[in-house]
């Protein structure tokens, strides 16, 4: 099947385009210049009202006629970290395109790809508009900070500040992380626990006069480790639960003395009917059960909370946390997705994300139906060969201009060649 016309005539500004930006390297909190080409790019194309919030976010509006959908396209600004360079075959941040025409670098799948597509996609419904095509809703265009640091710092501020602001709202919401081309419909949620245990300092050579810490921390290892991690729940689409240990440390940590606190990190992925403060609650009754059996045992545990800062120095206290999601499958806004997926020879299969995203905000808290979808290999995130095939980058804005349009029932398709 050929890509529609429209879009192969943006093709070649398109692959420039996720060239550029996938060449900044735009780690988590230092967006702005990645930020800055994304804004440049919407103001290039005419969007209505664009601009940087105060967070740094990217927000680029294409105004319909209020009677609705109104659709939010939600992409990231930011990258995990490359890694060992020794690990790649490509230069991380060189956005070589290889033999057989994939980009190759960090965030190309993951998910600059993705969102120089959004770009496009907003460029072509407004040529629809400019063509005298009614829009009946908003399209909202967005590409926020601070997706991968799992804290929604960056998408709510989005949504709970910057499109109330301009009275902006949405009746359904768009990711472009990579799915492989399913239809993501949720998550399990994600939250970080912190759990500390207190000893007594005492010199090494006679450890019996203190309190080791760490030593404390073996009972709640082996109860991770070896119970509540083999009795967590399944759910029948997102999957089984899990709890595992992903950091220690102890204090002071040196030589010659006992240390006195060990913390350690527990991830915890959890479905829909548990929550946050349920899980510190079974916690907290673990801890209890080993006090009970000895009592210098001393131990605490919580959600653990950082204080955040924007590139633009906005600041924050934000959670570990990602809220759990899961949309019906029988949805309309679905149901309509698919179609418009099929309609362009796409599969539209449904699944679900293994790691969180920001649906955890606007479908997880705000209650809005919210979709994943890109072509992206799902599998090559935060990997060293992450890629992102040129075919996909095409197909993706073909996706999400037939996603818009199916939406809004603009089915006139000479519109888009
Ligand atoms: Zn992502």
């Known amino acids: 099947m050929h890509a529609l016309k429209a879009v192969e005539a943006i093709k070649e500004d398109l692959i420039e385009f996720t060239q550029t930006i996938v060449k900044i390297p735009s780690l988590t909190g230092e967006e702005e210049k990645v930020a800055k080409v994304v804004l440049a790019k919407l103001q290039d194309f005419g969007v209505d009202e664009t601009w940087i919030d105060e967070i740094g976010n990217v927000i680029g509006v294409l105004r319909g006629q209020d009677r609705g959908p109104d659709i939010l396209l939600n992409g990231h600004l930011d990258v995990v970290p490359a890694g060992r360079l020794e690990s790649w075959r490509y230069d991380p941040f060189g956005a070589e395109i290889d033999a057989n025409g994939n980009i190759q670098g960090r965030g190309t799948a993951d998910m600059k790809g993705g969102l120089s597509a959004l770009v496009f996609a907003m460029k072509l419904i407004k040529d629809i508009r400019d063509r005298g095509v009614e829009l009946p809703g908003d399209v909202i265009f967005s590409a926020v900070v601070f997706e991968e640091a799992a804290e929604m710092f960056g998408m709510e501020y989005l949504c709970k500040k910057s499109l109330p602001s301009k009275e902006l709202s949405f009746d359904v919401c768009y990711l472009a992380e990579p799915t492989t081309g399913k239809v993501n419909l949720g998550h399990r949620g994600k939250v970080e626990l912190v759990v500390e245990t207190k000893g007594r300092t005492a010199h090494s050579s006679q450890p019996w006069r203190g309190i080791n810490a760490l ?37 002071p940590g040196a030589l010659s003395i006992v240390p006195d606190e060990c913390e350690i990190s527990v991830d915890r992925r959890y479905v829909p009917d548990e929550t946050p403060d349920g899980i510190v609650a079974e916690f907290e009754e673990i801890l209890e059960e080993i006090s009970k059996a000895d009592p210098e045992f001393e131990a605490s545990v919580r959600v653990r909370t950082l204080l955040e800062k924007s590139y633009t120095g906005y600041m924050k206290e934000v959670q570990k946390h990602h809220p759990v999601w899961i949309v019906e499958r029988n949805h309309p806004f679905v149901q309509k997705t698919c179609q418009a997926l099929k309609r362009i020879g796409q599969q539209g299969d449904m699944g679900y994300f293994l790691g969180g995203v920001d649906g955890g905000m606007t479908a997880g808290l705000m209650g809005i139906p919210t979709i994943g979808y890109s072509g992206a290999d799902e599998n090559l995130a935060h990997t060293p060969e992450e890629n992102i095939p040129i075919k996909t980058l095409v197909e993706d804005t073909e996706a999400y201009v037939s996603i818009i349009c199916e939406l809004f029932d603009i089915h006139n398709r000479k519109l888009l060649r």
């Open 215 to 251: 030593e404390k921390m073996v009972p709640v290892l082996n109860q991770i480790f070896n119970k509540t991690g083999q009795e967590l729940p399944v759910h029948p689409d997102l999957g089984q639960c899990s709890i595992t240990v992903t950091n220690i440390v102890c204090k």
